[in-house]
């Protein structure tokens, strides 16, 4: 049984910093790619960071500079360092890997294939 598990989140102030953790039963997260996705209420799913296995990164535009998104493969876990966080940041956080073997990482969501249940981040203003 194959389980994502997100802790992290909660409820923060414009400016602050919070680390998110996801970790992974069942499978192995060392060779896959893995990414955060987020969603806010009545907005679709949004792309937020990706890291490849060797470490590549990509960021959506809006929290690149703010947020890294890093993993240790001892742990079975992936993070993401969400620093200067802003109101509008404020959602749902879903981490998500892709299929094992030699995929590179990626901004697409259908590309993945195990989700977390999410977290919740709340920033207030």
């Known amino acids: 049984q194959v389980q994502l598990t997100e802790s992290g989140g909660g409820l923060v102030q414009a400016g602050d910093s919070l680390r998110l953790s996801c970790t992974a039963s069942g499978r192995t997260l060392s060779n896959s790619a893995l990414a955060w996705f987020r969603q806010a209420p009545v907005k679709e799913r949004e792309f937020v960071a990706t890291i490849g296995k060797s470490g590549g990164t990509n960021y959506m535009e809006s929290v690149r500079g703010r947020f890294f998104i890093t993993r240790d493969n001892a742990k079975n876990t992936v993070y993401l360092q969400m620093n200067n966080v802003k109101p509008e940041d404020t959602a749902v956080y879903f981490c998500?890997?892709?299929?094992?073997?030699?995929?590179?990482?990626?901004?697409?969501?259908?590309?993945?294939?195990?989700w977390g249940q999410g977290t919740q981040v709340t920033v207030s203003s």
């Open positions: 998500a890997a892709r299929r094992p073997g030699g995929y590179s990482y990626s901004i697409e969501s259908s590309d993945y294939v195990d």
